[in-house]
């Protein structure tokens, strides 16, 4: 067998044309004897002579013209269709009427019927003796080759093209269908039963499937990604067959679908208008450390501080690719404008670190991003989010002040504002370790911004819900009524630098960030957006669903940006300035030591519990979100 399948592949196309082309001679003797075999004429025989033999050869060199003529051994057996079929017809017709001419021009007359018989023997010893070979060379390879059972999803005209197609093939079977449309369940099509998918998991087992093919391209995207979900949850390989539109470029990508949309579509906000030269007094021509650099909001402050010309940029970051990927992103920039970039792997909690690189660097303004801010994980990380947001906060400060640093400036968070989570607490505990400095420290000007969630953050729901639309949905949502603030992230660093060339020292600058929007109806927006249709009671036939998850730990439905009532306006109309209660020097020396003693143990309740004594609300906020989720 091998042989045999070694020579085969190595015919050449003109041996397999002229294979073909002695099939086809080789038929017209044995279709002309057949004919005369079977066709009486008043009961006598035609007799075979000479003169006949002759006549069959000039018959089969005829017939090898006409064949070459049409191009019929040049049509490979696997791609034998029914435009084929009607090459092999004409061929068959024309054919038979040269065996009439032949036989009138001979004298040896026959009925017009034996013509006829004659042409339909041929076109059926022709056809016939090509399946037959095809069929014979698909059994070879199937014994050879090691061969792919695939089920087909969909027995629409796709599906059927494609069972088609591969029932040729050299590796794959096609060994069944499956189709949602009951009409089609129980009948055969392509030679394939059509089955029901509620029995996939049987027809996978008894039939030995290897693949699953989705030949549906005419459905919806997020249908046809839940179909394959759904099938992949089972351990099986699932493979999409393209649309035609899709094959030659007309249908948009899905990825295209998924480019985030403009934020002031659904925001409701005006248009941010920014000048590249607003907010760069304080940091032009300066050496600028921003930590946490790698982040979202911290590689952000990093791009536009270099538009504001520094002399120097130190990027400060935890994260090792992350430090990597900003770096590189930033170099171009960096060269335009003349900077020189710095990059530092550490953590800000390592005080000798932090020391050495503001005194290597001569750093004059330090802002301060790096922060553990995902509020499942530091809740279920108390420890590490305490230790990185407050210890951090005060270990930076700290050696900010001695190395002479003209201007710190926090990144807060309005979560901060009567926290109901670890987050939100360390955050505030983070604003009193500033707020104390900045009363303490005359040459150094300390201030904190604090705004709510920025679009396309680590984190934030706008690409949540993007990743979500790509595997076709559920949009997932804590709660129905859950409200955020929201801003976008360019907005939000340009008025953070803006609002630092404002400080003189312990303000707490609060961003406007408009009305608070409904994460549900946010929700609806960006799946509109993508181009879908929200599927919920009024349209059940819609592409994705929104579905109530119930809020997370340590979350409330609604946040606040301010602690007291009162706050005055700035030289920006986007920007306030709130002057809050704040501890003593005292109390924020001993929370910081309760704080280091519950670290060195690794005691958790010790950490927490300098967090509810210290932070304002905390543990009534807490309790209240409590009951609301309950």
Known sequence: MDRIKKHLISLSPYQKRIVLLGVDLALVPLAYLFTLAVQYESGRTFAIGSQS???????VILTGAISTFL????I????FDLSCMGRLSLLSLLVALCSAALHQISGLSVSIGTYVVFGIVYLVFSASTRVIMLETLKAIY????????VLIYGAGHTGRQLARALSVHETIDPVAFVDDNTALQGLTMSGLPVLAPINIANIVRLKSVDRILLAMPSLAHPKRTQIAWRLEQMGLEVQALPSFSQLIGEEENIVDKLVPVPPSRFLGRKPFDRSLNAGCTHVAGRNVM??????????????QVLWCKPAKLVIFEISEYALYEVEKNLRPLAEKVGTQIISVLGSVTEPRLVRRVLQ???????????AYKHVPIVEDNPLVGLANNVLGTWTMAREAREAGVE????ISSDKAVRPTNVMGASKRLAELVVQDLAARSPDTVFAMVRFGNVLGSSGSVVPLFQEQIARGGPVTVTHRDVTRFFMTIEEAVSLVLMAGSFAKGGEVFVLDMGKSRRIWDMAQSVIQQAGYTVRDENNPEGDIEIRE??????EKLHEELLIGEGHVTTAHEKIFAAHEAHLSEIEVASAIRALREAMATGNEMAALAVAQRWVEGYEESRSAAASDSA
């Open 53 to 59: 033999l002759l006549l069959i050869a000039l018959l």
């Open 71 to 74: 191009r019929i051994p040049r």
């Open 76 to 79: 490979r057996l696997k791609d």
């Open 142 to 149: 199937r014994r050879m080759n090691a061969r792919c059972r």
């Open 290 to 303: 921003v930590t946490g650099g790698g982040g979202s909001i911290g590689s952000e402050l990093c791009r």
């Open 360 to 370: 290597e660097h001569d750093i004059k303004v330090v802002m301060h991003a790096a």
């Open 407 to 410: 201007r710190f400036i926090l």
């Open 549 to 554: 998850v119930g809020l997370r730990p340590g």
